[in-house]
């Protein structure tokens, strides 16, 4: 038996925001990042939605960029204080994460961030509030996901945080707030969406209900991506769309070892964070020259390359293609291909390598690892994210 979980509502389209003042409830807290979402006029006018929907709303502001346990703390403290029936969350996937792990902890205040680390261990949520989410970026599709990824700075460790509990019961997709992103955003939400959808294509569990989703999301970010980056806002609104599809799709198949070498590589370098989206496209091509050597998985990246117009004689010759496509893509949207020269070269060479095999331990334990169709060995997944530092092409 399998299980397909989605918003009990989405609503989308420009324009679809106001759909907040349609919400049946007494109080409501909105979760937002740094300031965006209020400095474009988006926040005052939620507000203003719910106001005309009857509730009392409280706020709780700048959730950081790869939110932290301490704040996850401080917003549930706030909830448990205010008492609301509706947790409303807008803007990147930041809030959004740090939204659904408050949601935890506000109506458990016994529950330890330990005992949400498990996958699928959370208690069972809606005993006090409901959840909106309202995606700013066209990448994380948390509005729709059963995940949430919290940093523990302390230790320098990105915990995915999974259960069906967390999905959100509204989202509200509205391409008007994807218009404010700026270029490099675009980029990496981007192709965060398209490592998304192609890793919920090859995983273990992916099934008929979660293909169609994942191969049309690839089809479009393909098609609009580049387009999106250079400023087409058409291209921008049928992003948001795209990545929604991908979340759909990923959310239900679960992802790869893409993304638990990117949770666990993305803050634990005293240098910077590596961000989340940049290095899913630094190590997608990396990981499915490692993963195709699976027949089954090699046929399935066969299947992505022929179905977004790609040409080979055999399947080796698609997979490859595929590959250089992706590569293709990141240097358009001036990503780039190794860890070695991201942001100027900010991560330490040395520290790199000394921490190497404690990061790829951590990255081989990672949820996301389990519906990977290949499982790494230490040995491994220390060669790729070597490969992935240096950009090197290894046998594997």
Known sequence: ???????????HGKGSLEELKHLIGKKAIVVVGGGSMRRFGFLDRAVDYLKEAGMEVALFENVEPDPSVETVMKGAEKMREFEPDWIISMGGGSPIDAAKAMWAFYEYPETTFEDLITPFNFPTLRTKAKFCAIPSTS?????????????????GIKYPLADFNITPDVAIVDPDLAETMPKKLTAHTGMDA???AIEAYVSTL???????LALHAIKMIHCDLKASFDGDMDARDRMHNAQCLAGM??????????????HKTGAAYSGG????????????PKVIKYNAQNEEAAIRYAEIATFIGLKGANTTELVDALIAELKSMNKSLEIPSCIKDYEGGIIDEKEFMDKLPEV???AISDACTGSNPRIPTPEEMEKL???????????F
Do not use: Q, W
């Open 194 to 196: 398209m490592t998304h």
């Open 273 to 284: 964070h590596i961000v989340h989206g940049c290095a899913n496209a630094m190590y997608l």
């Open 206 to 212: 992916h099934c008929d209900y979660t293909d169609p």
């Open 360 to 362: 790829a331990k951590l």
């Open 1 to 11: 038996m399998a299980r397909f979980t989605l918003p009990r509502d989405l609503y």
């Open 139 to 155: 990448g994380t599709a948390t509005e729709v996901t059963a995940f949430s990824v919290i940093t523990d700075y302390e230790k």
């Open 249 to 262: 799709a990923f959310s239900n198949a679960l992802l790869g070892i893409v993304h638990s070498m990117a």
């Open 385 to 395: 994210l070597k490969a992935c530092f240096y950009d090197e092409e290894i046998d």
